[in-house]
């Protein structure tokens, strides 16, 4: 028994050294120390295989795609598509007609928001939570304000738990076309029940919409499972590049929606009376896509499979059970967030030492959290803070540098008191 | 841990025991500076005299440690001073946090020159002397 | 005088030497033949300047921007932020606040069509031209079936220059609000008179907008010395990466428009009732940006400033009048295109060859040109072709390869008639 | 210049001088296929016996060279054929462009094997197919 365990421990830590071996970044000096690096929500760090994967298609087989009738571009055209079945495995699509490119969620919620809500009418509702990134606040905000839907905000728990009952409620009469929430929250790490909210969404007439931006790169999505009818995630959270992100929506959704930008190969055909659009995704994809950046998630992708998501699952779990009981021992420091269901994303405070002074001092040390409102300020008053501090974890993220950040911040609030 | 000379023992105990703090009463100006991205916020009160050197001034800031800090430390320095010498003492402190080298002169102030190494701070050691700068103007304009 | 020829052309093609050897891919085969690409003008290639500031960000310097407080999170920021800055030279723009990233020219203009579009009334006018590219085309039919403006359209003239007269008289009934205009044709390479353009737009009460998806490539703008109110580029083009475009206006044009998508960091306030927005350009960048796309642009332009405006308009010259001449001697091909002032973009056909075999056929020679409608129908249907043939050059395009395109051509038509 | 195995000489013969092509005289069926991309477009005009095989079949096409051949080798080959050999022939095409490797019994349609190194113009070659297949099918329907 005690030698499996050593063994396996061994091995954790083993594959862990290789991970990190992957990641050049992590050898980095900061301020002389070394990089302790704590953000991976608001964006991972990047493997060599996308590095190289990006850097070997500018260097042997890039050209513009889809339209050209030469090697070079047909090679690119098909490690471009290759990538959308790609994605269609990673997130369980039914078709990789489901899968639109975007820049990132930011434009994938948008897109949603422009095309799909110009088919709601006045006096119909969205609904959202009141954990959610700016990004599937804000852009309902404006169509709002646009159109004259009704945006309805579902309440969470003191625990950071969607409250579901509420949930109930708004949805009750009936005139809610589309519930948008977060599949996990970038401030509490909450994972919401997505399967249960897609339930009560359809029995009450409505879509429904995740926000995977925080949840696809800790748990397998698989949006049938789910019964979704919208899932967005984006690519740089996912160990793979900027400027790439994805919008999945059912087949016959996506063919109802009108297009949202204009431009080249988004058309079937155009003439200056009337165009005509192309079949979907392509309708949504106006002008030179994101190409590199697309063989980059794909890179990002493959990476991930590679490690697998049990190991991915296993990892992350462990590591915040270590971080959650490591932070309550440090005086004065009261995690933010306690939902029964939550990953590897902590919030926290410390006595009144301002969360700003903390990431500095933090800083100082090599390590790399985020302070302030993490693009979620109405959540931010509802839980009576100004700022928190966050720290969050990828896959390259080691229990020692956990340790190290709460030895820190032990030292840190020694300054202060 | 690494030995700090951003915050040093000026900067902190300015933070947690300003001593120029609190409403000045009948105050004739008022300021406020904030910063929606980190919601710092700093609230001045203010009298000058006929020569337009500030009188008093006392400020109520709800933000971090060099946000406070830099508050107090502004609210003693610039008693009594020439608006000139005011402007002066607001652009060495920004010669100090963009090179880190703090022009003579600057005493006390000079604590802040380390930010030149923490860039997205040094807009919370600025923020009260915006709104210092801002409130004094308006009252020329006026 | 001989001597100083020969030295000169020494120069000339010792620098064009060296500057092919920065450009990796250009020593691929293709089907056993050398790579000849001559189709820039889709997709330009990337040096390794760009893939190697990409590579490096990835590999030593990356983390979200704007709102994070620690080392690695500053320096990105400020790689990022420095592009602005590059532009801004670049485009000769008076401020930094005036540069707006976006994916792509596309979305640039779509950009300008939903924004600015929003501003203008039914009857209000926008006035493009008979060359446009689908990107400069369809954003303004879209915003026509949306909102009531009218479409106008300015032809070209039988030898592919804009038709001025008719500019004019579309200006006169003082309806016009917006001119959107191509400042060079990505078919018939023909570059428009844009200062001219503008300044009878602004008689005529109306903004104005470049398309210089193309130009900027060749030769130095200046929007300042243009008198223009809008203009984009898109990186791919400029030998940068894909995923990221530029849009340029007005300080006052873009503080007056509202924001396109919604989002994180676009903002600077936020409650469940009402959001307030960031000032310009942030208003108009929601969710994390093509943060590495964009330093690999910084690259491109540093890269394209190096060999400097002067050496490129004259390589492109030279170039062009080389091509024109070698092609118009291969038997039955004819130059779509022939205004006064035109650039390194020729567009032809051959006999009845159609141009899809032309396309194939070069390909198995290693010359990558592009056949099709190249994204502009309507100007095909006015050329009264269903497609055709385009060779276009870039910074590395020698004229031998022209020289081996025309003999290749003269053998391929050989083959068919 | 490379010497070329896609443009063989049936390819470029029937091309040139297609053997099938015009209207068909009192035609039973009439089928339409387009590329709006490229602006290819076949238009076809059949009979069929009443086992459903095809009895006669004229095309019109305006495209490239491989659409123009392939319409015409389609309409020499199908002519007399069940609909299950002509749905064979069909597969056994598409095998051919995408793999290279010609099924046995495809005769001189194997002239486009080549394109599996084309790939962007196998739609070409199977245009007038598509169009022939929905043709038959349209029909079967009625
Ligand atoms: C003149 C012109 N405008 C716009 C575009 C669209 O550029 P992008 O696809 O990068 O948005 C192109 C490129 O195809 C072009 O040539
Ligand atoms: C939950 C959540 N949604 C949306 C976003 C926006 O992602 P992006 O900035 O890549 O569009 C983020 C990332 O900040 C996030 O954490």
Redesign the pocket.
């Given at each position: 028994m005690m030698d499996q365990t050593v063994a396996s421990r061994t091995d954790v830590a083993g594959s862990l050294r290789r991970i990190r071996a992957d990641f050049p970044i992590l050898s980095q000096k900061v301020h002389g120390r070394d990089l302790v690096f704590l953000d991976s929500a608001a964006s991972a760090q990047k493997p060599r295989q996308v590095i190289d994967a990006m850097a070997d298609t500018m260097r042997t087989q890039y050209a513009?795609i889809h339209r050209g009738l030469y090697w070079m571009s047909e090679r690119t055209t098909e490690a471009y598509e290759a990538v959308r079945d790609q994605v269609a495995a990673f997130l369980g699509a039914s078709a990789r007609e489901e899968i639109v490119f975007t820049r990132n969620s930011t434009e994938a919620i948008n897109l949603v928001a422009h095309s799909f809500g110009s088919l709601l009418k006045p006096g119909q509702v969205v609904l959202v939570s009141e954990m959610e990134h700016h990004a599937n606040l804000v852009p309902w905000q404006m169509l709002r304000d646009r159109t004259g839907v009704e945006l309805r905000v579902t309440p969470v728990t003191d625990d950071g738990a969607l409250d579901m009952d509420a949930l109930a409620r708004n949805l009750s009469d009936g005139r809610v076309a589309l519930v948008a929430i977060t599949h996990m929250s970038n401030v509490l790490g909450t994972i919401t029940d997505a399967r249960a909210i897609a339930d009560m969404a359809h029995a009450a007439g409505a879509k429904v919409l995740f926000d995977g931006s925080q949840l696809a790169v800790h748990r397998r999505v698989d949006v049938r499972a789910l019964d979704a009818d919208f899932y967005v995630v984006t690519g740089h959270k996912l160990y793979g590049p900027t400027g790439i992100g994805v919008l999945w929506a059912r087949r016959e959704i996506l063919d109802a929606m009108p297009p949202f930008l204009g431009?080249?190969d988004m058309i079937s055909t155009v003439s200056f009376e009337r165009s005509t659009w192309a079949s979907v995704p392509h309708k949504f994809e106006a002008?030179?896509p994101a190409i590199i950046e697309t063989i980059g998630l794909g890179a990002a992708l493959a990476y991930i499979e590679s490690i697998g998501f049990d190991a991915i699952g296993a990892h992350e779990e462990a590591l915040t059970t270590h971080a959650l009981q490591a932070l309550g021992n440090v005086s004065g420091l009261k995690v933010i967030g306690t939902a029964p269901d939550r990953g590897g994303v902590i919030s926290f405070t410390m006595d009144d030492v301002h969360p700003h002074d903390i990431a500095t001092l933090l800083d100082r040390n090599g390590i790399a959290v985020r302070a302030g409102h993490h693009c979620a300020e109405p959540l931010m008053h509802r839980l009576g803070v100004s700022a928190t501090a966050r720290a969050s974890f990828g896959i390259y993220t080691t229990p020692e540098e956990i340790d190290f950040l709460a030895a820190t911040l032990e030292q840190i609030r020694g300054f202060f008191v | 841990m690494t030995q700090d000379d951003l915050y040093r023992t000026v900067v902190l105990e300015r933070a947690r025991t300003p001593r120029y703090s609190g409403p000045l009463a009948g105050a004739q100006m008022q300021g406020e500076g904030s910063n929606p991205l980190c919601g710092d916020r700093v609230r001045l009160q203010a009298n000058v005299d006929v020569q337009g050197r500030v009188a008093a001034l006392r400020h109520e800031t709800r933000g971090c440690a060099i946000c406070a800090a830099s508050a107090d430390l502004m609210a003693e320095r610039v008693v009594g001073q020439e608006p000139a010498r005011v402007s002066q003492l607001h652009a060495d402190l920004v010669t100090a946090v963009e090179t880190g080298i703090a022009p003579e002169g600057l005493g006390e102030l000079s604590a802040f020159a380390p930010l030149h190494r923490h860039r997205s701070r040094i807009r919370c050691a600025m923020l009260p002397w915006s709104a210092l700068i801002e409130m004094l103007n308006d009252d020329k304009d006026r």
């Open positions: 513009n431009g080249g002008g030179t | -």
